[in-house]
């Protein structure tokens, strides 16, 4: 009951504490430097891909497979778990666990504890980009609009965006000293560019959830994740590897 309590706690907490706050991270930061206005409708840019990925009803275990796994890595079949979000839609998710041998160091309930430390391969947030979000954020290009949420800001681009937090949260100081706290943790977050992947493509590494790597092709978002070793190189590969399985399943084999 404890290892499967410990395994529970895992994938929710990454999966719904932390997306939610990239999430959260990632409206603010692009809502700071909008415009009002725009529509729903779709862009130009890889329209046929958004079409196929949208006929997948996001069923994230049918774009990303057990059998595409399998193609770049062995798995544990005894210890080997399917879990699809109950959740519908962009926010929605697949995750793939077995067992790696590995241990880790975590806290539970205020004791430090020893845990599994499974390997793991996910596929979550599909989305896609239309004209009006180019108009409501003020961007030129997909590429802009995508890379604005992991790329390095420069100096100018975060006083701009304190100027206008300060503009918009004026006469509210609790929220803005929140929203200058997303800021500061989006100034500090580590993404690194994946060249010759999809259109842009950036992945970060955390020692206990491992890869997470975000990829456009065209209008089309996806995030991978995977962890399958202590060390970022292995996870990455694996998921460079899942990406094109997914781009692939819509002719985009970039």
């Known amino acids: 009951m404890i290892i499967i309590s410990i395994k529970r706690l895992m994938k929710h907490r990454y999966y719904n504490m932390k997306t939610a706050a990239r ?17 729903a409708e779709p862009t130009p840019d890889g329209l046929a891909a958004t079409n ?9 275990e049918n774009i990303l497979t057990k059998a ?3 193609k770049h890595t062995t798995i544990d079949e005894p210890s080997f778990e ?23 160091q975590m806290e539970l309930l205020g004791q430090l504890i020893t845990a599994p430390d499974p ?13 009006g979000d180019l108009k409501k954020y003020n961007q030129q290009s997909i590429i802009d609009l995508f890379e604005i949420g992991y790329r390095a800001l420069s100096a100018e681009e975060y006083q701009q965006m304190v100027a206008n937090l ?8 609790e929220e803005l000293a929140t929203a200058k706290k997303l800021l500061e943790a989006r100034m500090s977050s580590n ?21 997470e790597l975000a990829v456009l092709v065209g209008a089309t978002k996806f995030v991978i994740t995977t962890k399958v070793s202590t060390e970022p190189k292995a996870s990455l590969d694996l998921a460079v590897a899942a990406a094109k399985e997914v781009m692939s399943k819509c002719d985009q084999k970039r």
């Not at 390997?119 to 004209?131: A, D, E, P």
């Not at 300060?166 to 100081?173: I, V």
């Not at 560019?193 to 493509?201: T, Y």
């Open 119 to 131: 390997n793991m391969v996910g596929m979550k947030l599909l989305s896609f980009y239309t004209v």
């Open 52 to 60: 196929c990925f949208k006929a997948f009803d996001y069923r994230y």
């Open 23 to 39: 999430l959260a991270l990632c409206l603010l930061i692009l809502a700071s430097c909008s415009s009002k206005g725009g529509d």
């Open 191 to 211: 993404y690194t560019a994946v060249d010759g992947l999809g259109d842009s493509a950036f992945w970060s590494w955390h020692d206990m959830w491992g890869i």
């Open 166 to 173: 300060e503009k918009e949260y004026a006469g509210n100081p």
């Open 82 to 104: 399917q879990e699809v979000s109950t959740i519908k839609g962009e926010y929605g998710s697949c995750t793939y666990t077995w067992e790696s041998g590995r241990t880790r």
């Open 68 to 70: 595409d796994i399998l």
